[in-house]
């Protein structure tokens, strides 16, 4: 297997938001923290954009593919027998470097990223992931039922008459790949959506009274799909390529958290799985949990990614967001003291991020402290000669005196433009976007661009594999690594030659 290093970014334009391939280096050697680190700094020189960075998202290498690489819900094993997928391998070099029990959490590989004015957050929809493969082997009350919905699945792509049954009575049953759950969640979901007294008919009529589905299967599956189709659909959702995504990570997350709990109270088949993937998420999110003043449990060991939960881009994000904007607090069944502290601290902190911004465009604005916490979002900072500031037409004994007076007058118009533009955008229930509202809302269109344009997922980075894919056939097997590495760059990057 040949090991590369893709670095993406992601930025918006005119509104629209962008994503382009800066690097697709093949890799030699050990894959350590320190090697990556130093590819990253290379690619990020090479561009001059160290100060531009405001989040940088990572996968977990060959971690992750050894953690997902047998994400199979009970009972679809036989599904993918003799099954030759060349997604699903893996070297010997990474089954040596991840024995024992692989957590993409715990892997330290980008630690030094960290210490290195990056913040770094982890990949949303692997997080989902592993909670979902721990809730999978508490889900063994459910394998018999799903296994015969991969039976059915399998024998609908086999059989020629069974799928002209079901395509003459617009019905399909997608197939399931290995390493996407998503898919085989789906495969559930489709064929559970085809009556089950024609579907018990239509296997009677082919001779596969075995697979027919009885009242307890049909209980059994009805339950799995409800408590996982939230963590399938916020899986899908938050992959989006032209749109924000890292808006929808904590509404999602809130919603999930109470769906799970109100779904343990009328459990009857799958209580155990119910159990487990709210133990999961406490772990993993146990970070962003707390903004909601959840209660977690005194003896949770939470996992090491929790804490990057905390980052406040996860709450700011969705009020910029005119989907959610602070309707997904008001809606929520948080405590009314909850929901009011939660969103007078958004605002509160919408409005400082904001006027701060302001400042670093026009420096000539920049006040001393700015009346409040200085709140950290990354990219670059102004730093242009300060004694620019100071130059004035006429010579003044005591200059600072006024030059402080108009600071001072200067933040507080800029602040007062901030509040009128969030007070205004609050009761435009028009779901305009921000983003295609700039003359309206000026100083929230530059914060909004700075922060929508972090995505949720590092699926663009999975994308850039997928088109070095396409380019790798049979055909072509006797490529080296850096003539791949240049065709996938100018593949993804296409459309600026154009």
């Given at each position: 297997?040949r090991?590369?290093y893709?670095v993406?970014?992601h930025l918006?334009t005119?509104g629209k938001?962008?994503?382009y391939?800066?690097?697709?280096?093949?890799?030699s050697?050990?894959?350590s923290?320190?090697?990556l680190?130093s590819?990253?700094?290379?690619?990020?020189?090479?561009y001059?954009i160290?100060h531009k960075i405001?989040r940088?998202?990572t996968d977990?290498?060959?971690?992750?593919?050894?953690?997902?690489k047998?994400l199979?819900?009970p009972?679809?094993?036989?599904?993918?027998e003799?099954?030759d997928d060349a997604d699903?391998s893996?070297n010997?070099e990474?089954?040596d470097?991840?024995?024992?029990e692989t957590?993409?959490?715990?892997?330290?590989?980008?630690?030094?990223l960290?210490?290195s004015?990056?913040?770094?957050?982890?990949?949303?929809?692997?997080t989902?992931?592993?909670?979902?493969q721990?809730g999978?082997?508490?889900?063994l009350?459910?394998?018999?039922?799903l296994?015969?919905?991969a039976?059915i699945a399998?024998?609908s792509?086999q059989?020629?008459?069974?799928a002209?049954i079901l395509?003459d009575?617009k019905?399909?049953i997608p197939?399931?790949?290995?390493?996407?759950w998503?898919?085989?969640?789906?495969t559930?979901?489709?064929?559970m959506?085809?009556p089950l007294?024609?579907?018990?008919?239509y296997?009677r009529?082919?001779?596969?009274?075995?697979l027919?589905i009885?009242?307890?299967d049909?209980a059994?599956l009805?339950?799995?799909?409800?408590?996982?189709?939230?963590l399938?659909?916020?899986?899908?959702r938050?992959?989006s390529?032209?749109?924000?995504?890292i808006?929808?990570?904590?509404?999602?997350?809130?919603?999930?958290y109470?769906?799970?709990?109100n779904?343990?109270?009328?459990?009857?088949?799958?209580s155990?799985?119910?159990?487990?993937?709210?133990?999961?998420l406490?772990e993993?999110?146990?970070?962003?949990?707390e903004?909601?003043?959840?209660?977690?449990?005194t003896?949770?060991?939470?996992?090491?990614?929790s804490?990057?939960?905390?980052?406040?881009i996860?709450?700011l994000?969705p009020?910029?967001d005119?989907?959610?904007?602070l309707n997904?607090i008001?809606s929520?069944?948080l405590?009314?003291a909850v929901?009011?502290?939660l969103?007078e601290?958004?605002?509160?902190m919408i409005?400082?991020?904001a006027?701060?911004?302001?400042?670093?465009h026009?420096?000539?604005?920049t006040?001393?402290?700015?009346?409040?916490d200085?709140?950290d979002?990354?990219?670059?900072?102004n730093?242009d000669?300060?004694?620019n500031i100071?130059?004035h037409?006429?010579?003044?004994?005591?200059?600072y005196?006024s030059?402080?007076e108009?600071?001072k007058?200067k933040?507080?118009?800029?602040?007062?433009?901030?509040?009128?533009?969030?007070?205004?955008y609050?009761?435009?229930?028009s779901?305009?976007?921000?983003?295609d509202q700039r003359?309206?809302?000026?100083?929230l269109?530059?914060?909004?661009?700075?922060?929508l344009?972090?995505?949720?997922?590092s699926a663009?980075?999975?994308?850039?594999?997928?088109?070095?894919?396409?380019l790798?056939r049979?055909?072509r097997?006797?490529?080296?690594?850096?003539?791949?590495?240049k065709?996938?760059f100018?593949k993804?990057n296409?459309h600026l030659l154009l």
């Amino acid at each position: 297997m040949r090991a590369f290093y893709a670095v993406t970014v992601h930025l918006i334009t005119d509104g629209k938001f962008q994503s382009y391939v800066l690097s697709l280096l093949p890799l030699s050697g050990c894959h350590s923290g320190d090697s990556l680190l130093s590819e990253y700094e290379k690619v990020i020189s090479s561009y001059n954009i160290q100060h531009k960075i405001v989040r940088l998202i990572t996968d977990s290498a060959a971690n992750n593919i050894k953690a997902f690489k047998n994400l199979t819900s009970p009972g679809f094993e036989p599904y993918f027998e003799h099954d030759d997928d060349a997604d699903d391998s893996i070297n010997e070099e990474d089954e040596d470097d991840n024995n024992g029990e692989t957590d993409p959490d715990d892997n330290p590989a980008f630690d030094t990223l960290l210490n290195s004015g990056a913040v770094r957050l982890p990949c949303f929809a692997h997080t989902l992931q592993l909670i979902i493969q721990d809730g999978l082997k508490e889900a063994l009350s459910a394998r018999d039922a799903l296994a015969k919905i991969a039976r059915i699945a399998k024998y609908s792509h086999q059989s020629t008459k069974f799928a002209e049954i079901l395509q003459d009575n617009k019905y399909s049953i997608p197939r399931a790949v290995k390493s996407r759950w998503n898919s085989q969640y789906d495969t559930v979901s489709k064929t559970m959506q085809i009556p089950l007294k024609m579907l018990n008919q239509y296997l009677r009529d082919l001779k596969q009274d075995f697979l027919c589905i009885t009242q307890k299967d049909e209980a059994v599956l009805k339950e799995f799909l409800s408590l996982m189709c939230l963590l399938a659909e916020a899986t899908s959702r938050t992959q989006s390529q032209n749109g924000p995504s890292i808006s929808m990570a904590a509404p999602s997350i809130i919603v999930i958290y109470f769906d799970l709990k109100n779904e343990l109270k009328n459990c009857v088949y799958t209580s155990s799985l119910c159990k487990r993937l709210i133990q999961s998420l406490i772990e993993r999110f146990g970070g962003m949990l707390e903004y909601f003043d959840i209660q977690l449990p005194t003896n949770l060991k939470k996992k090491e990614m929790s804490d990057l939960y905390k980052d406040k881009i996860f709450l700011l994000t969705p009020f910029l967001d005119a989907n959610f904007k602070l309707n997904w607090i008001s809606s929520s069944i948080l405590s009314d003291a909850v929901k009011t502290r939660l969103c007078e601290n958004i605002k509160k902190m919408i409005c400082e991020l904001a006027v701060q911004l302001h400042q670093e465009h026009n420096p000539s604005t920049t006040n001393e402290k700015g009346g409040g916490d200085k709140i950290d979002i990354g990219g670059e900072k102004n730093i242009d000669d300060a004694d620019n500031i100071f130059k004035h037409k006429r010579k003044s004994l005591f200059s600072y005196c006024s030059l402080n007076e108009k600071k001072k007058s200067k933040l507080v118009d800029a602040r007062l433009q901030v509040e009128a533009e969030i007070f205004q955008y609050l009761q435009d229930d028009s779901k305009g976007h921000i983003l295609d509202q700039r003359s309206s809302y000026p100083l929230l269109y530059e914060l909004a661009i700075k922060l929508l344009s972090v995505p949720a997922t590092s699926a663009p980075v999975e994308r850039v594999f997928s088109h070095s894919g396409f380019l790798m056939r049979t055909q072509r097997a006797s490529l080296t690594k850096t003539m791949l590495s240049k065709l996938t760059f100018f593949k993804c990057n296409f459309h600026l030659l154009l």
